[in-house]
Structure formats: structure tokens, C-alpha cells
Nanobody, 119 residues
Framework: VQLQASGGGLVQPGGSLRLSCAASGTFFSLDAVGWYRQAPGKERELVAGFTNDGVANYADSVKGRFAISRDNVKNAVYLQMNSLKPEDTAVYYC??????????????WGQGTEVTVSS
């Protein structure tokens, strides 16, 4: 099982990016999912996530600008990022609890995709 993140890049302040993360391999279900980020010299932090019961939550710093969504058919999760600011610059990672087989879950990290917000 692997998580593959994509969609990062260089964008000007005020711009938008959409990150994607797809789970591949053989597994039973994709459960709680989330996006984290780590800026240089800082700890990794939760940006947005879905709990197992489908509730979305966001870091205060991105509320109203970022939106997380998921496609359960494609086993994918997305992060729409609008009104980007230089302080959003970081490597973004997707994370997921995946039931490898029914009732047995493991936590997985994607490889990270870099987002740079700069003029």
C-alpha cells in the first residue's frame, strides 16, 4: 500500500493550488485522512483532515482558505488551497489510516509535495 501525493509547485501570493493524494495497492478501506505540512525549521503540523466519521477539521491558519475533500471511489483525498500566503510555504504530506484487511489498520504517509508561495 502506498500514498502518492502530487500537485505542489511555485505559486504567487494570492494564488491557488490543488494537492492530490491517491492510495494504491490492495486494501480494505481508506479511513481517516489528512494533510500535514512542515516548513523549514518547524515541526510538522496538521493542516486539514477528515475523521473516521467524516468530519472535516482545519488548522486555524488555513480556515476559510483551504478545503479538504475525498473521493472514496478513487481512494483519493484532495486539498484545495486558495489565497495562498508566503507562510503556507512548506512540504505537504498526506496521511491516512488504511484498513489493510478488515479490522486491521495501519497508518501511512505520502512522500511529500513541495509548495512554495513567493513573488
Amino acid at each position: 500500500v502506498q500514498l502518492q501525493a502530487s500537485g505542489g509547485g511555485l505559486v504567487q501570493p494570492g494564488g491557488s493550488l490543488r494537492l492530490s493524494c491517491a492510495a494504491s495497492g490492495t486494501f480494505f478501506s481508506l479511513d481517516a485522512v489528512g494533510w500535514y505540512r512542515q516548513a523549514p525549521g518547524k515541526e510538522r503540523e496538521l493542516v486539514a483532515g477528515f475523521t473516521n466519521d467524516g468530519v472535516a477539521n482545519y488548522a486555524d491558519s488555513v480556515k476559510g482558505r483551504f478545503a479538504i475533500s475525498r473521493d472514496n471511489v478513487k481512494n483519493a483525498v484532495y486539498l484545495q488551497m486558495n489565497s495562498l500566503k508566503p507562510e503556507d510555504t512548506a512540504v505537504y504530506y498526506c496521511n491516512a489510516d488504511i484498513q489493510v484487511v478488515r479490522w486491521y489498520s495501519k497508518n501511512y504517509w505520502g512522500q511529500g509535495t513541495e509548495v512554495t508561495v513567493s513573488s
